[in-house]
């Protein structure tokens, strides 16, 4: 009996701080939020190893009035929000009112604030949820919040603290979110009176990237903008070469506030499958926007994730919008040659210098006409206009067209039955047939098959049904995997004990024998059971459909073939990497030859 009791008041705000406060750099995120939320256009951060002593946040925000202050730090005190339908459209970073409760219940903090309204501005102390009062004092309109000593006075919670170098990396962190999200303020950090950053105004996101990573990286990103629905989105992204071995670089941002979201980290994952090398991940940084009532951030005290109301939506858009992006460049590797003078490092090296010397003489000698341009599509034009009526005229065009019209650079040649090599307006390329070809079919195969659940490929019907024989495990794979035959355009037949017969077979794979695909695919499938989800095993299957239908190295192609091949790597624009994430083509300029003959 008398054993339940009601926790008192400060034990609660304790509570709530092991939520939402769990090092000094959750204190610097909280406080700046506020001072966002005050409108500060101005907000510097300031603090002492690591913030673990001391943590100061200074705005030229709002501020507050004796009265309010003192009502801050009170649980559950909020300006932001004044009835629960209000929950359903929030426009600002805070809302919960609980951060100024929970730091002042676990360090010691002062304030100053003023606002316009007083002629004089009001100071507050409380030390570990000890409040003094609220006193008159001089200031400007603004506010400045010390926190000192985060868990002080609770040694439990301290011994998590790590040193001040951790712990400043991320306090710098956290200011890298919120500056990245607000470039319409300016900011600063300051560690130990050192100034790491000064952010002014008036500089987009990627001058924000430039002063906070660095300034090459920020050059070379690329840049997407596009409005469509009821989703704005703004994005920096990094070419496929330039990929990361993890994935800390990738940012994502939703209505100002930094998220993480797994809908979010996939759809970049597969805008960038096969143009990145797989061990690689894309630095990218996404801006979106979107109404309010779409999705609900209040799932987490920290407001780190938020649940969309159509999470599909959001991710096939950026899906859509990332791919086309990088789709719509260059992405042909620029060939390195040694420097004039310097002798190639390896064999190797010495052997592809010869070949293009060698090949070099015969092109020029024969210089053959291919054939006059035809039909020419403006894909430029597409990638400057991000609606999707663009993009689906563009696929459009790729199903009428794709494959059979577009120009092809009209002067090539073969060489030890693997390379061609082809003229360019500025120069040449050197294309590896079969990472070319592979590229070419893998996409197609993509296009035709990932973007909707219930395409399938056109099926064509052996003229005799080919048989093999299946382990009862193998059967078993098959049958667990009835869906990806059908969508492939496989027919199967029992054909007696153990044994199946390959009916039908896709047209478009014809170049397959479809014994030898079966029974490689039994292997893919029985490898990836249950490991990974249906999406990356259709791809995996279309990357090994496609390594097999592709021409070989070592495979002579007739003049007919090579059009076709050069002409389809035109018309789809997307083909610089095999799905293995190698080169497809190596790009050579004039100015890089004239260097090398020392014309220059
Ligand atoms: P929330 O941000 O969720 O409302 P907080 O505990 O962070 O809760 O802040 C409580 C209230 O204190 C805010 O709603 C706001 O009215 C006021 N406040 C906090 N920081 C500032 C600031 N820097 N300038 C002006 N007002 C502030
Ligand atoms: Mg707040």
């Not at 300006?79 to 929950?87: E, F, N, P």
């Not at 990738?250 to 100002?256: P, V």
């Not at 210098?353 to 000698?365: L, N, P, R």
Request: hydrophobic letters at 40%; aromatic letters at 8%; glycine letters at 6%.
């Amino acid at each position: 009996m008398g054993r339940i009791k009601i926790l008192d008041q400060n034990t609660v705000n304790m509570i709530a701080a092991g939520e939402v406060i769990e090092r000094p750099a959750s204190v610097v995120k909280e406080l700046v939020e506020n001072s966002i939320d005050a409108g500060a256009t101005e907000i510097n951060v300031y603090a002492e190893d690591g913030g673990i002593k001391l943590i100061r946040v200074v705005d030229n925000g709002c501020g507050m009035d004796g009265e309010d202050l003192a009502l801050a730090f009170e649980p559950h005190a909020t300006s932001k929000l004044k009835t629960s339908a209000d929950l359903l459209n929030i426009s600002t970073m805070g809302f919960r009112g609980e951060a100024l409760a929970s730091i002042a219940a676990v360090a010691k903090v002062t304030v100053i604030s003023g606002c316009t309204d007083s002629i004089e501005a009001a100071r507050y102390e409380i030390d570990c949820g000890i409040k003094d009062d609220v006193r008159p004092c001089s200031g400007d309109t603004g506010t400045t919040i010390e926190v000192r000593n985060l868990f002080y006075k609770m040694p439990a919670r301290k011994k998590f603290l790590r040193t001040a170098n951790t712990e400043m990396t991320h306090i710098i962190e956290q200011f890298t979110r919120i500056a990245l999200a607000h470039t319409d303020i300016s900011m600063t950090l300051f560690h130990n009176d050192r100034q790491l950053y000064r952010l002014p105004v008036g500089e987009g996101a990627r001058e924000r990237i430039g002063s906070l990573f660095s300034a090459d990286l920020a050059q070379s990103l690329l840049e997407l903008q596009s409005t469509e629905r009821n989703l704005k989105l703004s994005a920096l992204l990094c070419r496929p070469q330039n990929g990361r071995a993890n994935a800390k670089f990738q940012y994502f941002f939703l209505n100002g506030r930094y998220i993480r979201d797994k809908f979010l980290s996939a759809a970049v994952r597969e805008a960038y499958r096969g143009l990145i090398e797989p061990d690689k991940y894309p630095m990218v940084f996404l801006f979106l926007q979107m109404p309010p009532q779409n999705f609900d951030v209040n799932v987490h005290p920290t407001k780190i994730e938020v649940r969309f109301d159509d999470s599909n939506l959001v991710y096939s858009q950026i899906l859509a919008l990332v791919r086309e992006k990088l789709l719509s460049i260059d992405l042909d590797v620029q060939a390195k040659l040694p420097k004039s003078g310097q002798m190639p490092a390896s064999q190797e090296s010495q052997d592809i210098k010869q070949s293009i010397t060698g090949a070099m003489v015969e092109f020029f000698s024969q210089n053959r006409q291919g054939e006059a341009p035809q039909r020419h599509f403006d894909f430029s034009k597409i990638a400057k206009k991000s609606d999707f009526a663009a993009v689906e005229q563009r696929d459009r065009f790729y199903e009428k067209n794709a494959l059979q019209t577009a120009p092809a650079p009209q002067q090539y040649l073969q060489i030890h039955d693997s390379y061609i090599i082809a003229q360019t307006e500025d120069g040449f390329l050197i294309v590896d047939q079969h990472a070319l070809h592979e590229r070419i079919i893998y996409e197609d195969l993509c296009r035709r098959l990932a973007s909707d659940s219930a395409a399938r490929l056109e099926s064509q019907k052996l003229l005799i049904p080919e048989s093999f024989e299946l382990t009862p495990a193998q059967v078993q794979i098959l049958e667990a995997n009835k869906d990806l035959l059908d969508r492939l355009g496989i027919e199967l037949e029992p054909f007696g004990p153990g044994i199946w017969a390959v009916q039908s077979f896709s047209s478009l794979l014809s170049g397959i024998k479809p014994v030898e695909f079966l029974i490689d695919m039994l292997d893919v499938l029985a490898d990836s059971a249950g490991r990974i989800d249906s999406e990356r095993l259709l791809h995996k299957i279309l990357d090994l459909a496609a390594c097999k239908a592709a021409v070989k190295a070592g495979q002579k192609l007739n003049p007919a073939e090579i059009d076709k091949l050069l002409s389809d790597k035109n018309a789809i624009e997307r083909v610089s990497r095999c799905p293995h994430g190698r080169p497809t083509a190596i790009k050579f300029s004039l100015a890089e030859l004239e260097k090398q003959f020392k014309r220059t």
